[in-house]
């Protein structure tokens, strides 16, 4: 498989550095000052259509391959960490909702997501269960026609934003990771609130959150697959993300390095060897890992 852009990734590349030089770089400091959901930028990354690059054309998205939404990735992190993670995390649902949901789910969620009406927030790591999901303590509880949610969750992305929730639960704790299953919660869900903002050191505009369930009661529809899938749909979620992470990654390394070639060629510190020598290092590494990402994930 050859890795090489063809001429509309090329453009499009193109077009998406000047979008981000010119209409997201005068906000980014903004964001970070304010540590507040960046509505500005969103609106304007949607508009540009980034947001939209991952979901189907009969949804209303961009239909995008995944080279393309890495190459996004890559040059809106360039500019601003949180915004990179914003384009991450808006291809988070269609993931989830591809291969767990039902038709009914695709239909009411996606054209949403894809036309920027919701933002959407994955919600797994508690207190004490971050990447071992095995303790996971929040739970569904079945009754009737709801299942009612209990328990607490913690550095929600996106969460002060968001209007829908995809929350991973267990509905059977003797069973561990197999006993877990993942629930779309709409925002205004009695019972089910945020509790804190934390106050990040990095990419401040995240607004990451604390989320609380008590007696929350969501509508048996809103499962994603059946019982006990939602270790495989958070495991192919983020699968499915990880090329775009490491692109989010190359990209924030790239716009650092930017800034040091340019400060590079203010400072003036004895005969200037150490920088040098920290750039001679850090832009070989830099190149590599751009070599490296994007690389679709594989099948099978």
Known sequence: MSYQLNEEQKMFYQSTRRFAQEKLAPLAAEIDEKGEFPKEAFEQLQEMGILSLVFPEEYGGAGADHLTFCLATEEVSRISGTLGCLVLYQSFPFSLLKTGGTD???AKY????????LIHSFSITEPHAGSDVSGIKTRATLDGDHYVLNGSKCFCTHAQAAGIVTVFTTTDPAKGSKGLSAFIVEKDTPGFSISKIEQMMGLRGTSSCELVFEECRIPRENLLGKEGDGFKLAMVTLDEARPGSAAMGVGIAQGALDYALRYAKERVQLDGRWTVDELADLMPRTL?????????????
């Open 104 to 106: 009914t789910q695709k």
């Open 110 to 117: 996606i054209p949403k997501l894809a036309s920027g009406e």
């Open 288 to 300: 590599a890992a751009n070599l490296v990402n994007p690389m679709p994930p594989k099948k099978g």
